[in-house]
Structure formats: structure tokens, C-alpha cells
Nanobody, 124 residues
């Protein structure tokens, strides 16, 4: 079994920055591809950013590129999502997910393991 746990969600004001953390752990696999997705109320889940199994590839949602940055922590299979210049429309539950495929992916279909999500609320 693989466990994915997010943390760092909070209520912030527009223009603030916030960093989310995600840790994936499990006995079977040593390295996972990791991604962030988000789901706002009444909307479908959308891709935010991901980092591939080899750690050499990162993908971003085009609409968020430049404000959001995904990076690896020193701890294995732990990833950050740095979010700057937050806007009210960034309000959502942010999910971290992991997969064991040998390529980077923007598609939630490729992710096998999901966290429960962390709430980010941006007030205007």
C-alpha cells in the first residue's frame, strides 16, 4: 500500500504565498512520479504541476506557470508546491498523487495513489 499525505493548506489573502508539501511512502516501490491537482467547488479536478519518476522533467498547467513551482524536498518522494501571488480563483482542495510509470504525466488517469487533499482558500 502506498500512502500519500498532503499538508500546508491554509486561509490566505490575495497576493500571499503558500507552500504545500506532499510525502509518498510505501514498501513496494522506491521512487514515484508525483503530481499536484486541484478541485474548486463545482468544478472538475484540474492538473497543476508534476515531476517525473526520473526527477528530470517537470510539467505545469499553462495558466499557472510562473506563479506555481514544483520541487523535490531532500526527503525521498517528498515534493513541494510553491504558490506565489495567490488569487481568489486559486481557492480549491489541492491533491497530491503518485504513480509508478517511467514517464511524467499531466493526466490523472496515470496516477495510482491519491492523498485526501488540503484546502487552500484565498480571500480577496
Amino acid at each position: 500500500q502506498v500512502h500519500v499525505v498532503e499538508s500546508g493548506g491554509a486561509l490566505v489573502q490575495a497576493g500571499d504565498s503558500l507552500r504545500l508539501s506532499c510525502a509518498a511512502s510505501g514498501r513496494t516501490y522506491s521512487t514515484y512520479g508525483l503530481g499536484w491537482f486541484r478541485q474548486a467547488p463545482g468544478k472538475e479536478r484540474e492538473f497543476v504541476a508534476s515531476i517525473g519518476w526520473s526527477r528530470s522533467s517537470t510539467y505545469y498547467s499553462e495558466s499557472l506557470k510562473g506563479r506555481f513551482t514544483i520541487s523535490m524536498a531532500n526527503a525521498k518522494n517528498t515534493v513541494y508546491l510553491q504558490m506565489n501571488s495567490l488569487k481568489p480563483e486559486d481557492t480549491a482542495v489541492y491533491y497530491c498523487a503518485a504513480h509508478i510509470r517511467k514517464y511524467n504525466s499531466r493526466s490523472d488517469y496515470d496516477y495510482n495513489y491519491w492523498g485526501r487533499g488540503t484546502q487552500v482558500t484565498v480571500s480577496s
